[in-house]
């Protein structure tokens, strides 16, 4: 219902664009947030846009870096992601929510599978 894509390795200062394609029930769900979790350490919210793309919310520790957005005629939403860091190595998940105050904890009703972001130095 959601496929994410776009990870692989990259070296330090590099950029990556990641995909999210929904599809079926996860399609009308609304709000997307990518939400990313390296290796021993808690989930994170990266980044969410709403169902118009009308609205953004971006991390802390990613804002300035990253730009979401989204094509409803595709069923797509991207995360551009530049100026990469070694702290950003983590594997990436899409999720979708229709609550907006939801977007950055949670809960989720629809997750894709992940895709791992390696970042090199």
């Known amino acids: 219902q959601l496929q994410a894509s776009g990870g692989g390795v990259v070296q330090t200062g590099g950029s990556l664009r990641l995909s999210c394609a929904a599809s079926?029930?996860?399609?009308?769900?609304?709000?997307m947030a990518w939400l990313r979790q390296a290796p021993g350490k808690e989930r994170e919210f990266v980044a969410a846009v709403n169902w118009s793309g009308g609205v953004i919310y971006y991390g802390d520790s990613v804002k300035g870096r990253v730009t979401i957005s989204r094509d409803n005629a595709k069923n797509t939403v991207t995360l551009q992601m530049n100026s990469l860091k070694a702290e950003d190595t983590a594997v990436y998940y899409c999720a979708t929510t229709p609550i907006w105050d939801n977007v950055s904890r949670g809960p989720y009703d629809y997750w894709g599978q992940g895709t791992l972001v390696t970042v090199s130095s």
């Open positions: 079926g029930r996860a399609d009308s769900s609304g709000n």
